[in-house]
């Protein structure tokens, strides 16, 4: 709820009812107060102090958790469609919000570069190269919220250059930057400090330390000041790495196939309001120019291994056993997320803090049909999710897991940017498992934290989401602008334009095909020729932002 212009005083209760509180006057002592429904007191001059359709934050500003998985796609948990349990994830969302159409920037640089500056990747230039300098105009989610008031704390992934604590301002951090070991990470760091690198005797799993160090910062913290957590998970991001026990679980569960299973999840998320659309065919063409070759793949891996998003009743029996058991592991390392998610929830609730704090949670981006082997390389013959093992997801099954969009991660297609997004806030938020249909993105993470603080609207082109808690509304805006690669799309209103690389522009009304199944661009070559003007518009723009 950020600070700016004021409006008249029946426009803000008008604005204050639109948010879902009851505010009264309640007599005057020096300045008049009011008082939300909740108990709440706000002063007169903050109640006045509003920008666009948002509030003044209240008195008592909540304390602020974003969640971020990791290569996760946008079926894979329950209240999604999924069929994975993810009991806590489900019982946030049920009793809050879930937003339907959230976008990523499609790879985990430039989705968590957003996600701490606010700027599109092409703004800011975290794209994707690992020795970017930051500009020095760059500011910081956590300098923002910290110059609020609030204490900062970081567990997991980061991914963007610039130090945790030294460079963007986290009062504590554990930075996890070895994503290619979950059992026995070599790079990782404590307030910046390098750690030693983690033997595999030591019964390390990186899901679960992350949790800890969350854990930790959250047992530590002084209640007199709100927190601030950025809870960066890895999985499940490749190599399918996964404890046994969870891989135990779900063994034996994906024998159907990725076709069934993709289509089992569409009918769910159809039946719940999560998606209106006809499901996309798988696209066997398609899948990474860096992947490790077919051959190669079978060489190491094995005659199980499958390159291809092709018909599931084209494999050997071989391979179906095979290509089940790497989803079970999948399906193990999302489940475990969410029990270790529990566990920060639990230890939010024993400080009293659950109804005071929002949670966000959101993927980086689409599941990967990436199959690399790096790192310790793979051993053949190794036990499946083990530490010898280096397997990946593969673009069957990440269709199956972006069910019912097209295409994986690093692509714009709506399969490699929709983003999973939940939105809970027991005091502030009274829907309870209401789904919201407006467009959002990335960017609009930071000016909704910052509005929530009580601090004025940043720089920066996201909106603050804060008008959606209450209730299904587009928020009006411009254009959502994507690039990453060569592939680039730009969405305004309902229609999308998107190109896969260097091919021809795409055209799609996403209100009636978001699952992008009938391309309009020759029935409409006024609008894609208008369409593809704009985007060169804010490409050029956003690059000379980047130098200025």
Sequence with gaps: MPSGASGA????????RDCGWVAKAVGFAGERFLRYAGGTMLTRR??????????????RRPNLLVILADDMGFSDIGCFGGEIETPHLDGLAASGLRFTQMYSAARC??????LMTGYYAQQSGFEQAANVKPPAWIRYTPQYLSALGYRCYHSGKWHVPAPPVAGAGF????????????FSPQQHALNDKKLPAVKREEGFYATKAIADHAVNWLRGHQ????????LAFTSPHFPLHALQPDIERFRNRYGMGWDALRQARWERATQRGVVKCKAAPLEPAVWPSWNTSAEELTRQVGPGEVARAVPWNTLTAAQKEFQSLKMAIHAAMVYRMDQEIGRVLEQVKAMGAMEDTVILFLSDNGASAEQLIRADGHVTGSVPGSADSHLGLGPGWSSAANSPFRLHKSWVHEGGISSPCIVHWPRGISAKGELRHTPAHFIDV???LVALAGGAKPPTPGLSLLPAFA??????????????L??????????????????????????????????????????VKAMEAYWEKLSREFAAQRVR
């Excluded at 359709?53 to 209240?58: F, K, V, Y």
């Excluded at 640089?109 to 957003?114: C, L, N, Q, V």
């Excluded at 592939?487 to 009636?512: H, M, Q, S």
């Design 9 to 16: 005083t029946g426009e803000c209760i008008d604005r204050m």
């Design 471 to 484: 209730k299904d509304r587009t928020l009006e805006r411009e254009a959502l602008f994507f690039h990453h």
């Design 486 to 527: 060569d592939n680039r799309a730009i969405r305004l209103g309902d229609w999308k334009l998107v190109t896969n690389g260097k091919g021809p522009w795409e055209l799609y009304n996403l209100k009636a095909d978001r699952g992008e199944t009938l391309n309009l661009a020759e029935r409409e070559p006024a609008r």
């Design 109 to 114: 640089m430039p989705s968590r570069g957003i």
């Design 223 to 230: 209640a007199e000041a709100p927190f601030f957590l950025y």
């Design 446 to 448: 930071l000016p909704t």
């Design 46 to 59: 903050a109640f006045m102090s509003l920008t666009g359709a948002a509030l003044a934050a209240p008195a």
């Design 171 to 182: 009062h504590q951090s554990y930075l996890l930057q070895d994503q290619n070991r979950f």
